[in-house]
């Protein structure tokens, strides 16, 4: 589903990502951790072309997203990416914002795209809310927003970068269960998250990162049992306690 094939990125002399590979399957949750500045989230932007890099391969779902000529608009259009700080359109209605890339990109009528977005803002817990916007709506209930229009293109593959950085405490949850939903109903995602009790029940892999690079990729329960490396052990001893 999603391949890494020793992926590396500069931003001008600085070495951000170095010879970072990995295999996502089909239905697999994986984590990305580690500390600040370590290059999680310009990892999971190069998924979908967002970060390009200079070296390396990235395919996704069969397209070589590196490649000279790669359809970045039609990868994306199946690659959900859902951000740290909701990126919603704030003059259109909850609604209008599920609905503007299902008609302007697939082609649906104005009706098969309402009728899509009612049905995930029922999904997602917020099928009162369709005529509000975004400014009347929670940190929360907007993130949740968020996650219902990239399903309404109806992704192979979601991306998630530290999707509840941005929300008070009390609303993390409403989100998480959200995305735990998801993988419980078998999508592919990759999450950038420094959320460890969601990594511990959902995700079926970890990959840990430190300067630039992948570190560990363990099974959960072999990387909050036994991490391999010591600066993995350091992290988790600072995260978790």
């Known amino acids: 589903m999603i391949h890494l094939h020793n992926v590396s990125k500069w931003f001008g002399e600085h070495r951000v990502l170095s010879g970072c590979s990995a295999t ?10 580690g500390p600040s500045g370590s290059g999680k989230s310009t ?9 390009p890099v200079q070296d390396g391969r990235i395919v996704v779902d069969g397209v070589d997203v590196t490649a000279a000529r790669a359809n970045l608009a039609r990868l994306r259009a199946k690659v959900g990416m859902v951000f740290q700080h909701f990126e919603l359109f704030p003059h259109l209605s909850v609604q209008r914002n599920l609905m503007l890339a299902q008609m302007t990109v697939l082609g649906r009528s104005r009706d098969e795209a309402a009728d899509k ?10 099928r009162d809310y369709e005529d509000k916007y975004p400014t009347q709506l929670s940190g929360g209930q907007q993130q949740r927003v968020a996650i219902a229009r990239a399903l309404s293109m109806d992704p192979v ?14 609303m993390v949850n409403e989100v998480l269960d959200v995305m735990s939903a998801l993988a ?8 950038v998250t420094h959320e460890m009790g969601f990594a511990r ?3 079926d892999r970890i990959l840990f ?7 560990e990729d363990d099974s959960k329960e072999q990387f909050f049992a036994r991490p391999r490396s010591e600066r993995a052990r350091e992290f988790l001893s600072r995260i978790l306690h």
């Open 24 to 33: 996502i399957g089909r239905g697999e949750v994986v984590v990305i951790c």
């Open 43 to 51: 990892l999971i932007k190069s998924v979908n072309g967002l970060e």
């Open 117 to 126: 977005a009612r049905s995930l803002l029922r999904r997602v817990g917020l």
């Open 157 to 170: 593959a979601m991306l998630f970068d530290e999707p509840t950085s941005a929300l008070d405490p009390e």
């Open 184 to 191: 419980q109903d078998g999508m592919t995602m990759l999450c």
């Open 201 to 203: 029940r959902v995700a």
């Open 209 to 215: 990162m430190d300067r630039g690079a992948i570190v």
